[in-house]
């Protein structure tokens, strides 16, 4: 028997013989052909010239085909966020259709056309597929390409602080980055405030920045002491927030009563062997001494000394150029120092805090070993101000022109440079 067959002569067939036995049953499935259909519109049965027409060539026969989709759509998901994954089907509708996903994460999809995840983790990445049918047809979809989810660790945004070291009047600008900087996020900025007791910083919201900002950079104008920052991210709703950014600081070498770091001897280069001590005074009982180095996270003196009263005693006998500062259990920070540690033959001797304008200073070189025979070069910003067998620079009545960087030079030995801060008379 040969007849035309159509969508609807789908199912499962057999013949019977005249003597009543029976065939085995084939199944028969009928794969629409596709086929084009060229319309007009609009579709008038006449058309005239300089009028404009549309000619349409429609595929008919083609299934509809699914596609894994992302909410919302960053580019970027990290641990802890919101999302959704929707199986698009052109023309399909939530009641008239039914859906089946495939993943290879430890996901277990539902048969609804959307799967949302309250706090995606790690455990979510992977393939996800899905592909829907009609409930009133036979036939589904083709399977959906595969969509790929990657959930990354919890963002942690990285802070820069500019410029390091405070000047008269300047401002400070902070900048917060993070991963794909386009997708939506909002900067929220914070002030660390110190707590020794439990040694940790508390964090407070900087003026304008409770519901975030659009911009990744924040200007503080009015900063005259040492300060440290922290930011942070937030995008969606519920608003999901990254981790803290590592604590930021901007240094003032500025004395101010309230709180305050004397170093003994007074001095920013220090051989190593030396005895060196920072003190910390002001209007608290409870203090702790922090250090920067370059390249590394900040510390405290007991995680490389013991702190005795409001006292730490370094230990000189590694190289270092770091920046210490006293923090006061009232949540206050001192001025800031910078101190190297040099194991150099030769040192430049110079005041660890700002001199005051119009005093006298004097600035020396020390060898370790020996005395000096020949010429001692000084530099004031690479330019020599003084050479002679003199191994004292002196300045009668300093001056704003006086501050910048000083080294020395001695028969071919240099020591390192260090800054020299002048303030202005109170």
């Not at 159509?6 to 499935?29: M, N, P």
């Not at 047809?137 to 390091?164: G, H, I, N, Y």
């Not at 020396?364 to 101000?385: A, G, P």
Request: net charge neutral.
């Amino acid at each position: 028997m040969t007849v035309r067959v159509s969508v609807s002569d789908e199912g499962r067939y057999k013949c019977k013989f005249a003597d009543g036995t029976e065939s085995e049953e084939r199944e028969l499935r009928v794969k629409v052909s596709n086929r084009a259909t060229l319309t007009l519109q609009p579709n008038w049965p006449q058309i005239f010239r300089g009028e404009t027409i549309t000619l349409r060539c429609d595929i008919q026969g083609v299934p509809n085909k699914a596609v894994v989709t992302l909410q919302p759509n960053w580019s970027e998901i990290f641990r802890g966020e919101r999302i959704t994954l929707r199986c698009e089907i052109k023309d399909g509708g939530d009641t008239e259709w039914e859906y089946e996903w495939r993943t290879t994460s430890s996901e277990k999809p539902s048969n609804q056309n959307e799967l949302s995840i309250r706090s995606v983790s790690t455990s979510h990445s992977g393939v996800y597929r899905c592909k829907g049918r009609k409930k009133r047809e036979k036939s589904p979809t083709d399977w959906s390409d595969p969509f790929r989810l990657t959930v990354s660790d919890k963002a942690q945004p990285v802070l820069t602080v500019s410029p390091s070291w405070l000047s008269a009047g300047a401002s400070v600008t902070l900048n917060c980055r993070v991963k794909d900087q386009s997708a939506g996020w909002r900067f929220y900025w914070y002030k660390t405030v110190p707590d020794p007791s439990h040694n940790f910083y508390s964090y407070e919201l900087l003026p304008g920045s409770s519901s975030g900002t659009e911009q990744d950079s924040y200007i503080v104008d009015g900063q005259t002491h040492t300060a440290g920052y922290v930011c942070r991210a937030g995008r969606g709703d519920p608003v999901f927030y990254t981790d803290y950014s590592q604590p930021q600081f901007v240094w003032s070498a500025d004395f101010h009563s309230s709180a305050s770091l004397t170093v003994s001897p007074d001095r920013a280069q220090h051989f190593t062997s030396d005895s060196v001590s920072l003190s910390c005074e002001g209007n608290s009982t409870e203090w702790r001494v922090m250090r920067s180095p370059e390249n590394i996270y900040l510390s405290d003196c007991s995680t490389w000394r013991t702190m005795t009263g409001s006292t730490c005693k370094l230990k000189t006998y590694r190289l270092s150029d770091a920046v210490y500062w006293c923090e006061s259990g009232s949540g206050e920070f001192s001025n800031s120092v910078n101190i190297t540690i040099q194991n150099k033959n030769m040192i430049l001797l110079s005041p660890a805090r700002p001199v005051t304008e119009g005093d006298s200073v004097s600035l020396s070189c020390k060898l370790r070993r020996q005395t000096f025979d020949s010429t001692v070069f000084f530099y004031h910003n690479e330019k020599v101000i003084q050479s002679d067998t003199r191994w004292e620079l002196n300045i009668s009545a300093v001056s704003k022109s006086d501050e910048g960087f000083y080294k020395c030079q001695h028969s071919g030995q240099e020591s390192a440079q260090s800054w020299m801060s002048v303030q202005d008379t109170f």
